[in-house]
């Protein structure tokens, strides 16, 4: 549709019909803007609505990180304590040798376990981070995304609401001027009437 429309000329002004097949198409474009913005509205909210499931994946990874930090300085201090038992145990002699080796494999399972542990944390850490800085990127993308779309909706609206006026303004102008022409053609009719009488 372009946005200077014309219109045939009828006995009282512009044709009834193109008139009305104008705002008719007006209509259809605004109901068609209004349907994008719609449209544009619940696949906004469907990002909402995953980005508050990634948010609650994220608190569960976050949770499990913190248990796993508490796994390890459970480990730690279990570490500490069986150290200071193999203090003990080196103080008592050759006795207590397979306790002693007993400790120590103790000592090392628990070592590797709390290693494991504090490895498997960062790692968790790691992909929580690159999840949280995806996520962003992605939500800041379709924002943008979202405020492009409207503003062209925007601009779409104002130079629809543009040519309205103008329409409007045009037929006013032409109303008037057929008016004053009417007038003028009635003027000269009482002055030829008045002529002939005389």
Known sequence: MSNAPSFRSALNGFNRSDVINFIRELMEENNALNDELAELKNEFAEKVAEASAEQCDTEAL???????????????????ELETDRQNELMLGRAMYDARRFSDILVQEANDKANSMLDSAAQNAKEISETLSTFSAQTDAFAEYCNNMLAGIRGKLENLNQSLSDFNQELTEKKAAEAAAGNDAKSKARLAVRKVKK
Do not use: M, V
């Open 62 to 80: 976050r949770a499990e990180l913190e248990a796993c930090k508490a796994d390890a300085e459970a480990a730690q201090a279990q570490l500490a």
